[in-house]
């Protein structure tokens, strides 16, 4: 997938950062933007950008790049998208989890005024049904 401005033929690659990331896997390749300076680490078997550079620790495309892209490619068992999927199951968790607190208490909260206005009647609009409910002595 061609990327805005990104293209295929370099000659910036002083480091030869794009054999060194064939070497590993000859699926990857490196596309560069000469108007930006940037430069994405392509992944053709998913036709996805895997890495852009610069960002913060990956200045320049250097050899850090190569064994970051080891250390995180899927190739090595590593998918960025079953994170994802993990991370986004976890969060979805935890509102169900908040969801059903909520629910939980709701009732609760629900029980006990229908419970309090059957035995004691109204109150007011904003007090709490309560036994013996607002002092009438006040009003």
């Known amino acids: 997938m061609a990327r805005k401005g990104f293209q295929r033929t370099f000659l910036n690659d002083v480091y030869h950062i794009e054999e060194r990331l064939q070497e590993y896997d000859k699926d990857l390749y490196v596309m560069y933007n000469p108007d930006t300076g940037e430069w994405l680490i392509m992944d053709g078997l998913i036709d996805h950008a895997i890495m852009k550079i610069p960002q913060i620790g990956f200045e320049t495309l250097d050899a850090r790049v190569v064994n970051h892209i080891k250390r995180i490619h899927i190739a090595n068992g590593f998918s960025a998208s079953e994170e994802v999927n993990r991370n986004n199951e976890a969060q979805q968790r935890e509102?169900?989890?908040?969801?059903?607190?909520?629910?939980?208490?709701?009732?609760?909260?629900?029980?006990?005024?229908?419970?309090?206005?059957?035995?004691?009647?109204?109150?007011?609009?904003?007090?709490?049904?309560?036994q013996g409910g607002v002092d009438h002595a006040a009003s």
């Open 95 to 130: 509102r169900d989890r908040k969801t059903e607190d909520f629910a939980e208490y709701f009732a609760q909260e629900s029980l006990e005024a229908s419970r309090n206005m059957a035995l004691y009647g109204r109150v007011d609009g904003y007090q709490k049904y309560v």
